[in-house]
């Protein structure tokens, strides 16, 4: 029983910092958002990239937000 509440500790804290690491990342990609924009107006391979970058920042905070009710789901069982 100890080593499984230590076991959903441990992911709990991976969880945050990974939600942590993925505002950084958000943050910083955000900084280049606008020039983005406008080579995408120019470039069809810069509008692929940016859609592909939007993409994965989405998917990304949704596991993100998922994963802390995953763990303690599983931490009452």
């Known amino acids: 029983m100890f080593f499984t509440q230590l076991l959903h500790t441990g992911q709990v804290a991976l ?3 990974g ?3 993925s505002y ?4 910083n990609l ?3 958002e606008e020039t983005s924009k406008k080579a995408a107006k120019y470039s069809t391979e ?3 990239q ?3 970058t939007r993409t994965t920042q989405s998917s990304g905070a949704v596991c993100v ?4 009710y995953a763990t303690s ?3 009452m069982y």
């Open 24 to 27: 950084v990342a958000i943050s």
């Open 19 to 21: 939600a942590y690491v």
């Open 30 to 32: 955000q900084q280049y």
């Open 50 to 52: 940016l859609h592909k």
């Open 65 to 68: 937000s998922g994963s802390p």
């Open 15 to 17: 969880c945050a910092y």
């Open 46 to 48: 810069a509008e692929h």
């Open 73 to 75: 789901s599983e931490a």
